[in-house]
């Protein structure tokens, strides 16, 4: 492989396909585009050997032996592992793409592909995947900072954020509108931000990831 | 139909003419034209194309041309070799090569035959050159040569055409033309230069053309300055070029190919751009034709025009209306053009066209085919979902354009005119409706529309809503007879209908309701003949026949009302020969009725119920339908040809083989028939309808027969290897070992049916009837002069009697020479002279002997008195009787009878009698010397004055009398006796005699007598085979055995059993019938039989052995039994098997159709994946060839893959093709596995293999075992739908379970079976689709393998599918096949 960095915005590529020939077929191809592939030959090795914490992309068979690609898709979904998988069926149907396509596949390919949809499929799932990292780790950050909240500051924290002044805050918490202002303070200085418009946007983002 | 490969071009003349006059002339010769019958029609004649190609001898595919010589023989010019083509095999000729010349093809242009026999054959690069046909050798080689300017000018001739004097006009490439004279080897050039001076071009010439009436004019096609006219006589050039002013005139071609002569005004000139007319006396072109690439053009012997293209097929051109039928190469039809790419056309004078083809070879096919059509149904398949066999037909009477078709596959509306085929629907759509029953019959129902008669009961056509009803009789409780099969329908002329189901005929009259059976009935002799009716036929007097499957026919008699019955006696002339009656039909002039039987044509006269055999001898067997045209000639449909017999009502009809000529053989399918109002006849056939129009059809001449070759098996020397017979041809002692003479009748519309007869006088009388070989051997004849005589005849079983015949001498070995035989008659001469003069010293000597031999004789007599002893003694021991009778006093022979008689009876004593005679009457000799003769032969038994009647009147000499007497209490005894009386002085004194008691010998020869008229009696046929030292030869043949195989007792005696049984016979049959003849065993099973006139047909063998006094086996009995009849319904039987089999198959694979998809998606995706990631690889700068070399040998890996996906579907989807082959059934099920693999994945099934490694190979038909166990194996996930995800295991598991067996059992882990028995029936089924047929077809098939199969439930829970199958002896290379198995399975995943 070339430059680090160039790998490092490539993202690597899962091919889980129990055809060996698709799946050298298909590492050869997002090779051929500058991506690194990892094959496996089931859901089970896949799931036994995990992924990378960089970007990464799973190509997925919707019909493997044992634990087929949907069944895969749900079961990492439970696992609480969001990743960007692109399927690829040799007999792709609506309901199947459906079902996938809701659960959040990036795309559902039938078999033989065009090369440009599968390339430009896995460069959405990375670009996706990045993306996703991205939210993570700044959620993951937030969330540190939330936990060092007390639950009176949080308590304060959830109300400031809905546009209360600190009268009104202090009426609704039945403590003084001088206490609120003072774990005001303290929140602001816990959450390392410089003004109220700042600590609406963060906590609104947290939310908005469902955290 | 057939407008796939169809196009018509409509293109009218591109001129307008320039003088009104000249418009006239070719309109009226347009008119003209327009008036001929072969033109008046512009209708589309499907034509079948016969092919040959370098697999059949030809020596190349590349054919340049193709010329027919006087003999017949055909020669076909290629791009390398000349060959000749008698209609069995091709004879390649090509020049001797001068060593170090190097090998060069030898491309041959063009081909010319001299007067004198030989042929002149110009090619490219090669000049032109002799050829010798008798010898095969190239006489004189003529090349170009450097530097000779009055010489060859080109290394290429294109075309040799005959000028005056036996000279040769030379056409060359570049080189114009030239005179050749091969007399004195002298050669003139005319260059053909254009008129500019810098050109060089002396002229390519394509065509060359001398007319008879002026033959010093040569009219040239040449390559670039279109036509020319050389005039020989004034050196006269002229060229045809467009005449400026004339802006309205025809632009000559450029280029022109060939000319042929229509008539001395009209020529037509080809050119690539099409067709052109020319008039040659006018020098004037007139029309042009376009159509590109034309290549050549032939006028056939009924005036239709036919065009070839160097790209676009053949077509039939019209000149009337310049519109052209083309015919094209299609792949799914072998019988069409086998390429598009035609060079040349030639007509050969049987009126055949051969086309040579660019690179194919050679397409032949008979332009005259207009009395025959084939009606395809195959195409139109696609709406009819099944394919079917036509079982009955019917014109409409309203809409003469069609035809209703009864299928095995339901009712079918077929409009002649364009090809239609419409099925047609039940009232009720239920499942039972006809879609799905076989239509057996049909009849016109006088009240509109037609009777219906099915598989399932009686229907009828309601012409008001164009449905099917089923038809319900008045009174209900007749409902249930109209159900059933139906297996005949009539409606008589009263308005009754007459079907026949089991059991005989019944009669519904529709006024009264009333509803009559006439049910066979073995007792009575006037009821029906018997329980089953083929046909029904009403004659015109009203009567009734019934045509019986097994028993003759039946006539109910309008007068009587009673059946008469006409039962069959096979091969009985003048009796009713067939058994299965298959067709009636009424001669047009009456009085006669027609009777199609499978023994052959019958003859019936209705008034007085003769009954003819036609067919004995020469006509045909099987005859399946029978049809009359205008001319009042038979059409006759039988087993293999639609044959038209002439002078039907005389004592030798004459029998034409009119499908013969076709090459065309219908197929064993149907005994239907119809006669259509037009004319035209339609028959059955395998692949749809066979349409004859008996006006249309044409006899071929005789056709002519040479010998081709002579041949000295194993020698060196041959006498005439493919040359000429009319030399003198003398074999020396040496040679005359094994000769084989191969002939040829050159009749080229069907070669493969020409039939022959040799003889070769000297040796033989009789004709050898060779049926459709071409060769005789014979092996060490007597010195002599012989005649090989052949005839022959063509296709259609016309005979050429003069034939062909080759004169050859044997001269005897040196010790049967005459000089050698002169001097052994004189050596023998000599020693008789010397003899002579011998004998008289001889004479002298002899005297003075004979004095002592007077000595001699007196010591003889001493002598006789010993022999005297010695005879008594003999008489005494002798187990013969001996007796001698005197007379108290002798009897005077000249008294009348009744008195001797009675003297005899008073006088006669017993004067001698030996032990034997004693012993007989229960008496000692003692006794018996001196008693009376009354004592044993009392007066008062009814035998004595008979008995001594009898002595008096042969003047007491007897011989070999049988006389029967009564002795003691032994009983009745039959003697034989001699007797002699010594008559002295006309009296007789004694009578001597000699007894016998052969009672015991006579019982035993009663006995024989018996057994003998029984076996001669019997229906089976009856041998008694002789073994021999080293063979075996028939001592006895019974009259049956005569009747089924048409020999006569004298060809069969002393012959070989095995001279009777067919090369078709099984090899293991007959193995295993050679070694219960080498141990003396006995055998059974069925056998195929020769007949002498009725071809091959089934028997029933059963041989015992039966042994001598030494225990060692003399004879074998021979018993066979004809089995055709049982055999041709199996036939039929196996054939909707078959057929049901296929449809089974498609169907499985059509509910497999996603998972197919899917496997080959899957080598597509890789595929594509590679080579898309190739693209990629090779675009960056440096590319990874190791890499791109990988990734090619992945892509074809996967190409492979996906073939063998399709090649596997392929097979399953192929009708069963072949015999048996033998198999691995471990292989065989990895196979399958391979093809159900993604569908167990989506079901999520798990399959195991449990197979046994030690599994004896079978000798079975793949593609049904597949079937079977691709029907179980769907059948077991079927039933695993609604269990749990961890309990979908199906098992397929094979083992031996005893030696010799294989079985291979399917388990599923679903509900199992309730009735394990019933599963098997047809139309049995679980599942809410299903038809129910899987399993009955897996039954037919396993046990039509001689295997079993069963079902269970395993104890597990499950249903257990098992099937046993005999192995083969191949064991030891199971375990290599199934790991090659292994390896091509791990090379699909």
């Known amino acids: 492989m070339e430059a680090g960095e160039e790998t490092e915005e490539k993202g690597i590529v899962h091919v889980v396909d129990d055809d060996f020939s698709v799946r050298r077929g298909i590492e050869r191809l997002l090779r051929s585009a500058g991506h690194r592939a990892v094959c496996h030959e089931s859901a089970l090795e896949f799931l036994e050997k995990g992924v990378e914490d960089g970007p990464v992309c799973l190509i997925l068979d919707v019909r493997l032996p044992g634990l087929n690609g949907l069944d895969l898709q749900r079961e990492l979904l439970t696992r609480g592992r969001e990743l960007s998988i692109v399927f690829i069926t040799g007999h792709g149907d609506v309901p199947m793409s459906v079902e996938a396509m809701k659960a959040g596949a990036v795309d559902f390919l039938p078999k033989p592909f065009n090369d440009e949809a599968l390339l430009d499929a896995v460069k959405r799932g990375i670009r996706q995947d990045a993306k996703r990292k991205a939210r993570q780790f700044i959620v993951g950050e937030i969330r540190l900072r939330l936990e060092r909240l007390t639950s009176r500051e949080r308590e304060v924290l959830d109300l400031v954020v809905t546009g209360m002044l600190n009268k009104q805050v202090g009426a609704e918490l039945g403590i003084a509108e001088k206490t609120v202002k003072v774990h005001r303070s303290r929140v602001m200085e816990k959450m390392e931000v410089q003004s109220l418009a700042e600590l609406v946007r963060i906590t609104e983002y947290f939310r908005a990831s469902g955290s | ?1389």
């Open chain 2, 1 to 1389: 139909m057939e407008g796939e490969d169809t196009m018509v071009r409509m293109l009218v003349p591109l001129s307008i003419f320039p003088d009104s006059s000249f418009r006239w002339v070719i309109f009226l010769a347009i008119l003209g034209f327009g008036m001929l019958p072969g033109w008046a029609e512009e209708e589309r004649v499907d034509l079948r194309f016969r092919h040959h190609t370098s697999r059949d001898g030809l020596s190349n595919d590349s054919v340049k041309c193709v010329y027919q010589d006087d003999t017949g023989f055909l020669w076909i010019g290629t791009a390398d070799g000349l060959n000749r083509y008698d209609g069995h095999e091709f004879l390649v000729f090509r020049p001797e090569r001068k060593p170090g010349a190097g090998v060069r093809s030898f491309s041959v242009r063009t081909i010319h035959a001299a007067a004198d026999g030989c042929l002149w054959v110009g090619g490219e690069n090669s000049g032109f050159s002799k050829f010798d046909p008798t010898t095969g050798r190239f006489l004189e080689q003529h090349r170009f040569e450097d530097g000779r300017t009055d010489w060859l000018a080109s290394q290429t001739v294109i075309r040799i055409k005959g000028a005056s004097e036996g000279r040769l006009w030379i056409g060359t490439n570049w080189g114009g033309l030239h005179r050749f004279d091969p007399n004195s080897g002298a050669m003139e050039h005319f260059p053909l230069r254009e008129q500019t001076p810098r050109n060089t071009n002396q002229g390519i010439i394509q065509a060359l053309h001398v007319t008879e009436a002026a033959p010093e004019i040569v009219w040239l096609g040449t390559g670039s300055m279109g036509m020319m006219r050389f005039d020989s006589a004034t050196g006269e050039l002229r060229r045809y070029h467009q005449d400026p002013l004339s802006a309205h005139e025809v632009a000559p071609p450029r280029v022109v190919t060939s000319i042929v002569e229509e008539s001395p005004i009209c020529f037509w000139i080809t050119s690539p751009k099409g067709i052109y007319r020319f008039d040659p006396v006018a020098g004037r072109f007139l029309a042009h034709y376009e159509f590109r690439g034309l290549s050549s053009l032939v006028i056939d012997q009924d005036g239709r025009y036919w065009v070839s293209s160097g790209n676009s097929g053949l077509a039939r051109f019209f000149p009337g209306s310049g519109k052209f039928h083309v015919y094209l190469h299609s792949e799914s039809n072998p019988q069409s053009l086998s390429d598009n790419r035609i060079r040349t056309l030639h007509l050969d004078r049987g009126g055949m066209i051969w086309a040579g083809l660019s690179a194919s070879g050679l397409s032949v096919f008979n332009p005259q085919r207009e009395w025959l059509r084939e009606h395809r149904f195959a195409d139109a398949r696609r709406n009819t979902e099944d394919p079917m066999i036509v079982l009955a037909m019917l014109q409409d009477d309203e809409n003469p354009e069609l035809v209703w078709l009864g299928t095995t596959n339901g009712l079918f509306q077929w409009d002649r005119n364009n090809g239609d085929l419409v099925r047609c629907q039940h009232e009720s759509e239920d499942v039972a409706g006809l879609s799905k029953i076989k239509v057996q019959n049909l009849s016109l129902r006088a009240q509109g529309g037609f009777w219906i008669g099915t598989s399932s009961g009686l229907n009828w056509f309601d012409r008001e809503t164009g449905k099917v009803r089923p038809f319900k009789p008045p009174g209900d409780e007749v409902k249930g007879l109209v159900k059933g099969k139906i297996s005949a329908l009539h409606e008589d002329k009263e308005g009754g209908l007459w079907f026949c189901k089991e059991r005989g005929a019944r009669r519904l009259n529709f006024e009264t309701g009333e509803f009559v059976s006439f049910l066979h009935d073995p007792a009575d002799p006037e009821s029906i003949g018997a329980r089953q009716v083929n046909q029904i036929h009403e004659d015109r007097a009203g009567n009734l026949w019934f045509g019986h499957r097994s028993n003759g026919l039946s006539m109910l008699s309008r007068q009587t009302g009673k059946f008469i019955r006409i039962e069959s006696e096979p091969y009985v002339p003048g009796r009713l020969s067939g058994v299965n009656i298959h067709s009636f039909h009424e001669d047009f002039e009456g009085g006669i009725l027609w009777v199609g039987t499978n023994l052959g044509l019958m003859r019936i006269e209705i008034e007085s119920g003769e009954v003819d055999w036609i067919s004995i001898g020469s006509g045909p067997a099987n005859v399946f339908a029978i049809k009359q045209d205008e001319d009042m000639n038979l059409w006759l449909r039988t087993r293999d040809d639609i044959v038209r017999m002439l002078d039907r009502n005389s004592a030798n009809p004459i029998f034409q083989l009119a499908t013969g000529s076709e090459g065309l053989r219908p197929g064993a399918i149907g005994w239907v028939s119809c006669a259509l109002d037009t004319g035209e006849f339609l028959f059955p056939a395998v692949t749809g309808v066979l349409e004859v129009r008996p006006d249309r059809f044409r006899l071929l001449e005789p056709p002519p027969v040479v010998v081709t070759d002579f041949e000295l098996v194993g020698q060196s020397d041959q006498p005439l290897r493919g040359g000429d017979p009319g030399q003198n041809i003398v074999l020396n002692d040496s040679q005359n070992k094994i000769m084989k003479f191969k002939f040829a009748a050159l009749d080229f519309r069907a070669p493969e049916r020409n039939r022959f007869a040799y003889r070769l006088v000297g040796l033989e009388e009789e004709w050898h009837y060779e049926g459709e070989g071409n060769s005789a051997t014979y092996t060490t004849l007597k010195p002599g002069a012989y005649v090989f005589r052949v005839k022959a005849a063509n296709s259609q079983g016309v005979w050429n009697e003069e034939g062909a015949a080759l004169a050859f001498r044997i001269l005897p070995p040196w010790w049967a020479t005459w000089w050698f035989r002169g001097a052994l008659v004189a050596g023998l001469l000599l020693m008789g002279g010397s003899f002579g003069w011998f004998r008289v010293r001889q004479v002298q000597k002899r005297t003075a002997v004979l004095e002592v031999e007077i000595r001699k004789r007196e010591k003889l007599n001493s002598e006789l008195n010993r022999s005297e002893e010695r005879f008594q003694n003999l008489l005494a021991n002798s187990s013969e009787q001996v007796w001698c009778l005197e007379f108290d006093e002798a009897i005077p022979v000249h008294l009348p009878e009744e008195e001797q008689v009675e003297l005899l009876l008073e006088r006669t004593f017993f004067a001698e009698g030996n032990e034997a005679l004693a012993a007989a009457y229960g008496l000692s000799r003692e006794e018996l010397i001196g008693s009376r003769f009354e004592r044993v032969m009392p007066r008062s038994l009814p035998t004595t004055i008979p008995l001594f009647q009898e002595v008096v009147r042969n003047g007491y000499k007897m011989k070999d009398f049988v006389t029967v007497e009564q002795a003691g209490d032994c009983g009745e005894r039959i003697m034989i006796n001699n007797l002699m009386g010594t008559i002295v002085d006309g009296k007789v004194t004694r009578v001597w005699g000699t007894a016998r008691d052969i009672t015991r010998q006579r019982r035993a020869e009663e006995l024989v007598k018996l057994h003998s008229v029984t076996i001669e009696n019997v229906s089976d046929a009856f041998l008694i085979v002789e073994v021999g030292v080293d063979d075996l030869s028939i001592v006895y043949a019974n009259r049956r055995f005569t009747e089924i195989t048409g020999f006569a007792s004298e060809e069969v005696e002393e012959a070989s059993p095995f001279r009777f049984l067919a090369s078709g016979t099984s090899p293991k049959v007959m193995d295993s019938i050679r070694a219960v003849i080498r141990d003396g065993g006995s055998f059974e099973g069925e056998v195929l039989c020769d007949g002498k006139f009725r071809g091959t047909f089934w028997s029933d063998l059963r041989i015992s052995p039966v042994c001598g006094e030494d225990g060692k086996v003399s004879h074998f009995v021979w018993i066979q039994s004809d089995i055709t009849a049982r055999k041709e319904a199996e036939d039929i039987q196996l054939n909707h098997e078959k057929v049901l089999a296929h449809a089974d198959r498609v169907a499985t694979l059509g509910g497999l159709a996603t998972t197919i998809a899917h496997e080959l998606n899957q080598p597509l995706a890789a595929i594509g994946a590679n080579a898309q990631a190739a693209q990629r690889f090779m675009q960056s700068p440096n590319t990874d060839w190791d890499e791109i070399r990988e990734i090619l040998g992945d892509i074809i890996s996967d190409n492979e893959r996906a073939a063998e996906v399709i090649r596997r579907m392929r097979n399953l989807l192929k009708k069963r093709v072949g015999s048996d082959e033998s198999l691995d059934l471990n292989e065989l099920i990895q196979g399958v596995e391979t093809l159900v693999h993604s569908d167990a994945i989506i079901r999520q099934i798990e399959i195991r293999l449990i197979l046994d490694p030690s599994l004896p190979r079978v000798r079975a038909g793949r593609t049904e075992i597949q079937q079977v166990l691709l029907n179980l194996i769907i059948n077991g996930f079927d039933a695993m739908m609604d269990i749990e995800v961890s309990d979908r295991i199906l098992e397929i598991q094979t083992l031996v379970p005893e030696p010799g067996q294989v079985q291979v059992s399917v388990r599923d882990r679903g509900h199992g079976l309730d009735d394990t028995e019933a599963v098997f029936e047809a139309f049995h089924t679980t599942k809410q689709d299903g038809l129910g047929m899987g399993l009955a077809i897996i039954k037919t098939i396993v046990e039509s393998h001689g295997g079993r199969v069963w079902a269970g439930n395993s104890p597990e829970g499950g249903a257990c599918f098992s099937f046993s199958l005999l192995g083969s002896e191949e064991v030891g290379v199971v375990g290599e096949d199934v790991s090659r198995g292994r390896d091509e399975i791990a090379n699909l995943k």
